[in-house]
């Protein structure tokens, strides 16, 4: 790493003067939010001192409307999926997301400026591809030797505006993504492949499995098969819960073999919905879940869409996983991931997803847990620690 800009920060100087850290993110999905707190926690107990401000840069910090693009995510994604492909194919191609990206700048540079100023960092942090080309180059004007960082929320497809040749280093899920970033120019030496930045918890052995269903309301004598959809609870949950409690019912018509939990998140009227609706087998419909590595071990098998940190997460946790759709674009190299590594499957058809998953909590148990043991396998539980350790000794140390 010798060509990257640098900043010295003098090895025994961090007592008299606090590390001041800007984590950049977006609310586009909850994973780059997860990430931000996992890495500010992590900060906090490798470098005590350390002064965090996490901010989120699209919604407050650029010029409207792409302020308003946050807001619309989930929407777009969930009800406009082609319109999404396109526009990240658009920006994938490099001149296209480069001059996308000039605007918005040009047009947001006073508040870019401001946000650098006031919040006067020892290093910056991107955790969102679209923040780099935004804030890098108003970096390089306003205080040129003060790193800049990017740690890759992505697991397979890494959008190129991710990889600005300026970052002094960027953390990277897995060696077949430094690869991709080596060919596309950036030195090897500034890439590292630690894993997803991933909440503490997930660093720690998790609750027993009895007492974390009976804390969320789940019964804990039975295997539970978990419905998630991202931050946003997208995709077509409702069916797939109708459709796997008939499937569990037909499984077992001597009672209930398995049950259901279904994260919501933010999706309060589904959230709503299943909770009033009859259903064959019991169905517990949660909102936004805090203590997501309890509920994940207290789970037999994840029914998700292909969102990167659930994946990561539901690895550490040996969750076998049923994918039943990604986000075109950043999400589709999620699913190669997961199943070419034996941890799950891709089945977007509803009803067969429904008996394959009943299937595999009832009558297929082998098969389950020697999937579980392939995710265990993805899982690195590590990887906030290591990134923050290597930010700390090889970025800000040299
Ligand atoms: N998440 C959570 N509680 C919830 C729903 C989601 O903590 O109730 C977390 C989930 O554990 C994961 C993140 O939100 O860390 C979702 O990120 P992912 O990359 O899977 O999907 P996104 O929402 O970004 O599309």
């Known amino acids: 790493m010798t060509d990257a800009p640098a900043r010295q920060i003098p090895a025994e100087g961090h007592a008299a003067r606090p590390l001041r850290v800007l984590i950049l993110m977006s609310r586009t999905g909850g994973g780059h939010i997860a990430s931000a707190r996992a890495l500010e926690a992590e900060f906090h107990v490798q470098r005590p001192d350390a002064r965090i401000t996490i901010v989120d840069l699209l919604t407050d910090h650029v010029a409207f409307p792409f302020s308003r693009m946050p807001a619309t995510y989930d929407s777009v994604v969930n009800h406009t999926p082609r319109l999404w492909h396109a526009m990240w194919r658009l920006t994938a191609l490099a001149p296209v ?62 959008h190129p505006l991710w990889l600005h040749p300026r970052n002094a280093a960027v953390y990277l899920p897995t060696e077949r993504a430094v690869e991709l970033a080596v060919a596309r120019g950036l030195p090897r030496a500034r890439l590292h492949a630690h894993g997803l930045p991933i909440r503490a918890d997930f660093a720690r052995a998790a609750a027993e499995r009895g007492d974390s269903r009976r804390a969320f309301g789940l019964d804990p004598g039975l295997p539970v098969i978990l419905v998630m959809g991202g931050g946003g609870g997208i995709g077509p949950m409702e ?43 019991p169905v517990t419909a949660l909102g936004y879940v805090d203590r997501m590595s309890d509920l994940m071990e207290a789970s037999d098998l994840l029914v998700t869409k292909a ?33 070419e590594a034996g941890a799950g499957l891709f089945e977007p058809r509803v009803a067969a997803l429904a008996e394959r998953a009943a299937q595999l909590v009832t009558a297929d148990r082998d098969s389950l847990a020697v999937m579980a043991e392939r995710a265990r396998a993805l899982g690195r539980a590590r990887a906030t620690q290591d990134i923050v350790a290597s930010i700390l000794a090889d970025v800000l140390a040299r």
Not at 310 to 335: C, D, H, K
Request: with cysteine; proline share 8%.
């Open 239 to 281: 069916a797939i819960v109708a459709a796997t409690a008939d499937a569990l019912s037909a499984a077992a018509p001597g009672g209930p073999a398995a049950q259901i939990a279904v994260v919501c998140a933010s999706n309060g009227a589904l959230q709503a919905r299943l909770a009033a609706a009859n259903w064959p087998v």
């Open 307 to 339: 969102g990167p940190g659930t994946i990561a997460e539901a690895s550490i946790r040996g969750l076998p996983m049923i994918l039943y759709g990604f986000i075109p674009g950043q999400e589709g190299a999620n699913v190669d991931h997961v199943v």
């Open 97 to 158: 997301g480069r001059s996308s990206a000039a605007v918005v700048r040009r047009l947001s540079r006073t508040r870019i400026e401001a946000l650098l100023r006031t919040s006067a960092p020892d290093l910056v942090i991107s955790v969102h591809p679209l923040v780099n080309h935004l804030v890098l180059p108003v970096l390089e004007r306003v205080a040129p030797r003060i790193p800049f960082v990017t740690v890759v929320t992505d697991l397979g497809g890494i």
